[in-house]
C-alpha cells in the first residue's frame, strides 16, 4: 500500500481524483489539501467518499507527506511546492498546466507570469501513457495532459507517425461546463450556459502551445493548426471532430487499421464507431472513430474532460510512477445512457 495527497482537493478536478482513488486498492488518500474548505472532515464535504469520510481538510501544502502527490491546482500554483516534494521524495502528478510547457519564456507568454520553478521544466515527463509509457515509468514529476490535448494528441499522433497527414487541421472541440472549474463566471457558470453553445479562446487557445510542443518533441512538423473549443450545455465529457489534410489518398477504414493497431496494447483507448458521450462518463477511456468525409477522413475523439482528461488520466499515471499496472483502480463502467 502507497500513501497519496490530493492538492486542490475540493474542486471539481481534486473531488474526481478522491472518487477514483476510493477505489483504488492500492492507494490510500492520507492527506487532502484545500484553502477554501481546510479544517473539514471529508466526511462532511464529500460524504459519498465513505472510505476518507475521517480524513481533515489542511490549508498547509508545505506539510504533505506521501508517497505521491496529486495537484489538482489551478496555474501558477504548481511551481511554488513542487521543488519541495521533490526534494523530500514525493513524486508529483501534477493536474494543472505549470509543466506542460518546456520552454520557460513560452509560459510566461501563455499563461502571463514567469515560472518559478524553470529548472523543473525539462524534467516533467508529460503524462500521455499510451505516447510516453516508458518515460513515466522512470520518472518523479509528470505534466497531467490538458483535457482537450488529450483527446486532440491520441487522435493526431498515430497519424503523424505514420505520416499518413500534412498541411492544416482543424479541429472543432466541444466540452462540459465542468471543465472551466469549480469557481463560475459569467461565461461558465451552468445556468449562463445551459441554451447556448458558445465558442471561446480565440484566437489562440493556451491549449495549442501545449499540442504542437508535444507533435515537435515526437519529431512531427505540425502545419498550419486551428483549434476552437466550445462550451456546450453538459457538465462533464468531450468531442473532438478532428480535421486532419490527409497526405495522400485515403479512406476511413485505413486510418481505422492504423489506430487499431497503434493502440492495441493500450486497453484505454477503444477503436470504433462515434462514441456517446455517456460511454466515456465516469471512465478513464478515450475513443476514437473515423468517417469519411470530402477527400479526408474525418476522425472523432470523445472522453470524459474529469476522467482521462484529468483525474482518471492522473492516477493511470500514478500506476506508472509506483510501478503498478496501469489499470489498478481503474476499470469502472462508463454510465453508458
Known amino acids: 500500500m502507497a500513501t497519496a495527497a490530493v492538492l486542490g482537493a475540493s474542486g471539481y478536478l481534486g473531488g474526481e481524483l478522491l472518487r477514483v482513488l476510493s477505489d483504488h486498492p492500492s492507494l490510500e488518500v492520507v492527506s487532502a489539501v484545500s484553502q477554501r474548505r481546510a479544517g473539514e472532515r471529508l466526511g462532511d464535504v464529500a460524504p459519498n467518499l465513505e472510505r476518507f469520510q475521517d480524513v481533515r481538510l489542511s490549508g498547509d501544502a508545505s506539510a504533505v507527506d506521501a508517497d505521491i502527490a496529486f495537484l489538482a491546482q489551478p496555474a501558477g500554483e504548481a511551481m511554488k511546492i513542487v521543488p519541495s516534494l521533490l526534494e523530500r521524495g514525493v513524486k508529483v502528478v501534477d ?81 462540459g461546463t465542468s471543465g472551466a472549474g469549480a469557481q463560475p463566471t459569467p461565461t461558465s457558470h451552468h445556468p449562463e450556459a445551459a441554451l447556448t453553445v458558445l465558442p471561446y479562446g480565440a484566437p489562440l487557445h493556451r491549449h495549442v502551445p501545449e499540442m504542437q510542443g508535444v507533435l515537435r518533441e515526437l ?119
Open 95 to 175: 493536474l494543472g498546466p505549470d509543466y506542460r510547457l518546456r520552454d520557460p519564456a513560452e509560459y510566461a507568454r501563455v499563461y502571463g507570469r514567469p515560472h518559478a520553478d524553470a529548472g523543473h521544466l525539462s524534467e516533467a515527463v508529460y503524462g500521455l501513457p499510451e505516447i510516453f509509457g516508458d518515460r513515466i515509468r522512470s520518472a518523479r514529476l509528470v505534466a497531467n495532459p490538458g483535457c482537450y490535448p488529450t483527446a486532440t494528441l491520441l487522435a493526431l499522433v498515430p497519424l503523424f507517425e505514420a505520416r499518413a497527414i500534412h498541411g492544416p487541421v482543424v479541429v472543432d472541440a466541444k466540452s
Open 219 to 337: 519529431g512531427a512538423t505540425p502545419g498550419p493548426f486551428t483549434f476552437v473549443p466550445h462550451l456546450v450545455p453538459l457538465v462533464r465529457g468531450i468531442l473532438c471532430s478532428i480535421y486532419p489534410t490527409a497526405a495522400g489518398p485515403a479512406d476511413a477504414s485505413t486510418w481505422e487499421a492504423l489506430y487499431r493497431a497503434r493502440y492495441a496494447a493500450h486497453p484505454f483507448v477503444r477503436v470504433g464507431r462515434v462514441a456517446r458521450l455517456p460511454w466515456a462518463q465516469g471512465t478513464n477511456r478515450c475513443y476514437l472513430a473515423v468517417e469519411r468525409s470530402g477527400d479526408s477522413p474525418v476522425v472523432f475523439s470523445v472522453l470524459d474532460n474529469l476522467g482521462k482528461g484529468g483525474a482518471s488520466q492522473a492516477v493511470q499515471n500514478a500506476n506508472l510512477l509506483l510501478g503498478w499496472p496501469e489499470t489498478l483502480g481503474l476499470t469502472r463502467a462508463g454510465y453508458g445512457i
